[in-house]
């Protein structure tokens, strides 16, 4: 009985020791969380500036581009501006810069409505006033993506 117990304490310790050092530690969330929301770093301190991320789905215009895309890569979101007849001018803008794909919805889920230019939605995770600049963006403007 004592000797069972041995190797089951035994089996729990390593268990526990395994299960610490394959777990982020705080230092590495707390850094992927600065990097997310854009804090500063000065004077060899990091300052954390809270940022709430949300998930912001988006349409891009071209769905092909949406098929390279994976859950974890980094991308900058690019608007086209409109004209008033409807023809899109030469002048684009950066609405977001380095934000994470949160999913990649596939076409089976709606994602693509069947059109050769309808483009297909991608998910970001972004600050909520980043949202609100691709939501105002993707209503006036087609929107594309590039990897970074």
Known sequence: M???RRVVAAGLAV??????FSAPHVSERTE???EASGSDVSAGRRAV???ELVSAPVRIADAATV???RRGDRV???ASVNSATGAESS???VVASGVRVADVPRPGEMSWDGTP????LVVLSVSRATATQLAGAGSTSRLAVTLC
Request: charged content about 25%; cysteine-free.
């Open 67 to 69: 098929r390279l895309l």
């Open 91 to 93: 002048a684009a803008r």
């Open 76 to 78: 900058d979101v690019i």
């Open 2 to 4: 004592r000797r069972r």
């Open 15 to 20: 268990t526990a020791a395994v299960l610490v």
């Open 117 to 120: 230019d309808g483009g297909a």
């Open 32 to 34: 992927a969380h600065m």
């Open 49 to 51: 500036v809270p940022a």
